[in-house]
């Protein structure tokens, strides 16, 4: 299995781009370099195919996925997903994101969201034992 990581992001952008230019309305390849742009950090870029993407189909998915990654994690965090670890450390595809200024204060949120979780009275109390279970 071929792991999906910045540095392999950054080796395909040359072929990725070569492609582009052979078939610059191929939406697919505009979001696929949109994507790869996005997960080696370089937004701007990213942002640039985005808007085409929105230009040729904007209620496609492709579109609304590359334009709404942080929206999406914000939304997530704000809504009860804040495996504070795994966004901070362990997620290979929010690797990208994190030296950005907006993912710090996610990232800063969904801490103070899991520290507020470990202490509430919901961790505290053992988990109910289903009727009939005699352990």
């Known amino acids: 299995m071929t792991l999906a990581t910045p ?6 952008l ?11 309305r191929n ?13 080696v950090g370089r937004l701007d ?3 640039r195919h985005a808007a085409v993407l ?3 189909g904007p209620d496609v998915p492709y ?3 590359l334009l709404a990654l942080l929206d999406v ?14 966004i901070a450390e362990h997620c290979p595809f929010l690797a990208p ?8 204060g996610i990232l800063a949120k969904a801490k103070e969201r899991s520290e507020t979780f470990g202490k509430s009275e919901y961790t505290a109390a053992p988990s109910p034992k289903p009727p009939g279970d005699a352990r």
């Open 7 to 12: 540095s392999r992001f950054a080796e395909a």
């Open 14 to 24: 040359p072929n990725l781009r070569h492609s582009l230019e052979l078939d610059p």
């Open 27 to 39: 939406f697919i390849l505009q979001w696929t370099i949109g994507y790869a742009y996005a997960a």
């Open 45 to 47: 870029e990213a942002a």
């Open 54 to 56: 929105n230009q040729m």
């Open 63 to 65: 579109t609304r996925q």
């Open 73 to 86: 994690l914000e939304q997530a965090v704000d809504q009860g997903f804040y495996p504070y670890p795994f």
């Open 97 to 104: 994101l994190r030296p950005l200024p907006r993912f710090a």
